[in-house]
């Protein structure tokens, strides 16, 4: 199963760029399994808790995935819709999201104390809202008297919100060219913005973020492979000559991975194993109530943790091919545990039946 995964999603692709992104999908994997009633060795359990603590500590939307999670078990557990879950769902659940936090906290600190102030905030959902076309009408509409930063300058190219973001040039630009108060100020304001265009515009910033987040959930591309821009002056400008060199000469410089063949056959895997969930998963309920209720747990706890971060990553910053991609290879995976039991019930039906004819 692992090797079918990793030579038909995206499973090693984004372990490999080095990325806090790896620790997003094996994150939710060791809280499903902390999760699920059963046989757990104490030392399975600290390492399950340990890679739950290094996917929180990793970035800020794994703690909101993780929080999605325990949510969505407390939900099901409360309907009795899931097998009782064990204690070490709530203790490593709240306990990841209390460190997550604290992490969180530590790095503000520790940023202050080298920096002299705590790191500075990006106004991602002031971006996000602008493009999305509400948050452009209320600055258009006076902007509350203009009592928000973001309305005292000029805009170069509203459509982009990472354009409103990394823009350095008048035509595109608006926060890079922002002096460093007025960016200061942009990301303390970023949320008290975002609340005010919803307050202006509900149903159209709403109706945005919704969109997004569907967007994002369908993003699964491998759109990372190929970073074949040196044609460009501007192209990883930032990198040493000898790494931008380097990067230039491999596989994904020269532009050599075939990303449209590779997309085609992820959504392929992805699309037939949501078939074969869809398929498999009657038989599995009929024959085996009590697995089937353990894997539906896990379908829709996992499925939490996607939705969440197909929030974040379109309807608060930007979709693109990364945060879908990172988690995509579960649903195979998820689908491959599915087909497992069902085979292994056909198996014991089998067996049943020749024991009853003999």
């Not at 620790?23 to 999760?35: E, P, T, V």
């Not at 973001?165 to 913005?193: H, I, N, W």
């Not at 000469?249 to 074969?276: D, E, H």
């Amino acid at each position: 199963v692992t090797f079918a995964l990793a030579a038909t999603t995206a499973l090693p692709t984004y372990n490999s760029l080095l990325l806090a992104d790896g620790f997003a999908s094996f994150g939710i994997l060791s809280y499903l399994l902390l999760a699920s009633p059963g046989r757990l060795s104490r030392l399975e359990q600290a390492f399950l808790g340990a890679v739950l603590l290094v996917s929180v500590v990793s970035h800020l939307t794994h703690i909101m995935m993780l929080i999605g999670m325990v949510a969505a078990l407390a939900l099901l557990a409360w309907a009795r819709f899931s097998p009782k879950p064990p204690r070490a769902a709530w203790i490593a659940g709240m306990g990841g999201i209390v460190i997550g936090f604290a992490s969180v906290q530590a790095t503000a600190l520790a940023t202050k104390l080298a920096f002299g102030h705590e790191p500075q905030l990006l106004p991602l959902l002031t971006a996000r809202f602008i493009a999305d076309g509400p948050g452009r009408e209320y600055i258009e509409s006076g902007c509350d008297n203009r009592r928000f930063e973001f309305c005292k300058v000029p805009i170069g190219n509203p459509n982009s919100n990472p354009l409103i973001l990394f823009g350095r040039t008048p035509r595109d630009g608006a926060y890079m060219l922002a002096g460093p108060e007025q960016r200061r100020r942009m990301g303390e304001e970023d949320v008290a913005f975002a609340l005010a265009v919803i307050r202006h515009d509900p149903a159209g910033q709403i109706g945005a973020m919704a969109r997004n987040t569907v967007r994002q959930l369908a993003y699964i591309d491998y759109d990372g492979l190929n970073q074949d821009c040196f044609a460009r002056t501007n192209c990883w400008e930032s990198l040493p000559t000898r790494i931008r060199d380097r990067l230039r000469s491999t596989p994904s410089g020269r532009g050599g991975w075939p990303q449209k063949a590779m997309n085609i056959l992820l959504y392929a895997v992805v699309l037939s194993s949501l078939a074969a969930l869809a398929l498999v998963s009657p038989a599995i309920a009929r024959r085996d109530p009590d697995r089937w209720r353990l894997l539906r747990t896990w379908l829709l706890v996992g499925f939490a943790a996607m939705l969440v971060c197909a929030f974040f990553g379109g309807a608060v910053a930007e979709p693109q091919y990364r945060y879908q991609g990172r988690l995509i290879w579960l649903v195979p995976l998820l689908a491959s545990i599915a087909i497992l039991i069902r085979l292994q019930l056909a198996g014991k039906l089998e067996s049943t039946r020749r024991v009853a004819e003999a």
